[in-house]
């Protein structure tokens, strides 16, 4: 696989720049919805990336900013490419919101999670015990979708011929919780072992010796992007959705807990000794 451009990261980056345009033309969001006769939620949304965008309505607005010509048609150019679907549009059922658009563009994915084995890095056996526990309300084919949902994700990590660099540290309760039975455990922690000897896949382990630490509050995950008009975002977990941060110093902070999450966690080396470890207990 090669990756292509998100849609969902272009229209975040249009969104950022009509919003900065607007404020160059020392407009309103009200006084530009009078202006295009339509509502000022309407263009607030845009500017939020709440909702898509036209090329006409970009046209419209680019024209009320008194924007040239050649940054006109490259922003027309830009709105075109943010209303292509990507691969998780047939998935629409179980990726809700931006998260998988945004995770499929990033150059770097920083991730800590205190009680489960990250998404990208689940195998099918352990998937399904989550999936089932987490969500005991929907039907067998409903697991089975969001199984396979889950496993083109993780072509991202293990099929991309240009992957992000991915890092995760991880409390030691994900390795010492056996989720889906010890046979399934057992794979599933084989399966980390596998995965951390990729070159761009690094994996740490916070042992329970290393006492409080800078994860212990909610899992996260720092997306980071190639192009500086695309600025990192924090995604912040919690049961039934997520919510995303992307002001500096909001960015700033998780960038900091997670290096001391790093300084707190094991080596490399010495994690991938110790999930060995956990996996043999489980023979």
């Known amino acids: 696989m090669s990756r292509g451009p998100s849609p969902t990261v272009r229209r975040r980056r249009l969104a950022a720049r009509l919003r900065e345009l607007r404020e160059n033309a020392n407009l309103t969001i009200d006084e530009v919805g009078d202006k295009l006769e339509c509502s000022a939620s309407k263009i607030s949304r845009i500017e939020t990336g709440h909702v898509g965008v036209t090329p006409r309505d970009v046209r419209d607005m680019l024209e009320v900013y008194g924007v040239d010509d050649d940054e006109r048609e490259a922003l027309v150019q830009l709105a075109r490419e943010a209303r ?4 998780w549009h047939a998935y629409n059922e179980v990726f809700t919101g931006s ?11 920083h991730t800590h999670q205190a009680l489960l ?7 099918e056996p352990y998937m399904r015990a989550v999936i089932r526990a987490i969500r005991p309300d929907v039907t067998e084919a409903d697991v ?15 099929e991309e011929s240009n992957p992000p660099e991915y890092w995760a540290v991880l409390d030691e309760a994900v390795l010492t919780r056996v989720v889906g039975g010890p046979e399934a455990m057992r794979d599933q922690l084989k399966k980390l072992v596998e995965l951390a000897s990729l070159p761009h896949v690094t994996l740490q382990v916070v042992p329970f ?23 990192d975002v924090v995604y912040v977990e919690n049961s039934t959705s997520g919510v995303y941060l992307e002001q500096p110093e909001d960015v700033h902070r998780y960038t900091l807990m997670f290096d001391h ?17 956990a996996a043999d207990r489980l023979s």
């Open 117 to 123: 084995v990250p998404g990208l890095l689940q195998t």
């Open 144 to 158: 089975e979708l969001r199984v396979r949902a889950r496993i083109n994700r993780q072509k991202l990590i293990t």
């Open 99 to 109: 998260f998988v658009g945004l995770e499929s563009d990033a150059s770097f994915l």
């Open 261 to 277: 999450l790093r300084a707190a966690a094991l080596k490399p080396d010495d994690t991938v000794e110790m999930v060995d470890r």
């Open 209 to 231: 010796s290393a006492g409080a630490h800078a994860g212990m509050e909610a899992p996260f995950l720092i997306l980071g992007f190639p192009e500086q008009a695309d600025p």
């Open 84 to 87: 292509k679907k990507g691969w």
